[in-house]
């Protein structure tokens, strides 16, 4: 069964320390993973994408990394700010079909205190 | 910024209505969704469009219809609003492209809320 599973759940961290988010995944055959941010009430906003090739991504202060052999993956978020608190989720796109099959994690909470 | 927009952003409304949400997007894109979410799961897909006048179902069984009649818009619709409909849903929106590298990306809007009471 494809699965992405996120963890942790939730976590609270204080303002200007880093952190990392994990996310594993069942998904086959794979063709690309994404992480998305969404904050409380928003629509969730792409932050990387990185197909089979990639390792890694970054996009400011959140850098993304991929292992396609034991299927696992890494939001590392650097000097965390009050307007990083969201829910990161992670997302897995299969090649079943032309178009590709997405796969959505729970997300994980974050909370940024000051 | 995406362009893609939602209305309403919440609606509050009593068991037996009908209800249309509307989507909107200025991208040109083709290939347009509807994700329905609650509270700490994750998002479930219930319609998708590849194009004028396609419309699929998803992997989440709902009673909600929609239609694609333009490019740019994707209304979703319940004709008898439940109490079990209350939830967030989020339209969203990607290029298809049939050959060359496509990643496919995902462009949100920013969600309607219902509430049926």
């Known amino acids: 069964k494809n699965q992405v599973e996120q963890s942790p759940q939730s976590l609270i961290i204080l303002e200007g320390k880093n952190c990392t988010l994990q996310?594993?995944?069942?998904?086959?055959?794979?063709?690309?993973l994404r992480w998305y941010k969404q904050d409380t009430g928003r629509g969730p906003v792409s932050l990387t994408i990185m197909t089979f090739s990639e390792n890694t991504k970054s996009n400011g202060r959140y850098t993304a990394t991929l292992d396609a052999d034991t299927k696992q993956s890494s939001l590392h978020i650097t000097a965390s700010q009050l307007s990083d608190s969201a829910s990161y989720i992670c997302?897995?796109?299969?090649?079943?079909?032309?178009?590709?099959?997405?796969?959505f994690g729970r997300g994980t909470q974050l909370t940024v205190w000051p | 910024e995406a362009d893609i927009y939602q209305t309403p952003r919440y609606l509050v409304i009593g068991t037996g209505k009908k209800i249309t949400l509307e989507c909107s997007q200025t991208m040109g894109h083709d290939k347009m969704y509807w994700y329905q979410q609650d509270p700490g799961m994750e998002l479930h897909l219930i319609h998708y469009?590849?194009?004028?006048?396609?419309?699929e179902k998803g992997d989440l069984s709902s009673e909600s219809t929609v239609s694609r009649i333009r490019t740019e818009h994707f209304p979703l619709t319940l004709e008898s609003a439940r109490p079990s409909h209350t939830s967030q849903y989020l339209c969203?929106?990607?290029?298809?492209?049939?050959?060359?590298?496509?990643?496919?990306?995902?462009?949100f809007g920013e969600g309607s809320r219902l509430t049926v009471l």
């Open positions: 997302v897995v796109s299969d090649r079943g079909s032309t178009l590709g099959r997405l796969y």
């Open positions: 469009s590849y194009g004028v006048n396609s419309t």
């Open positions: 996310c594993n995944y069942t998904v086959s055959p794979f063709s690309n």
């Open positions: 969203a929106s990607s290029e298809y492209k049939t050959s060359g590298r496509n990643t496919g990306e995902l462009f």
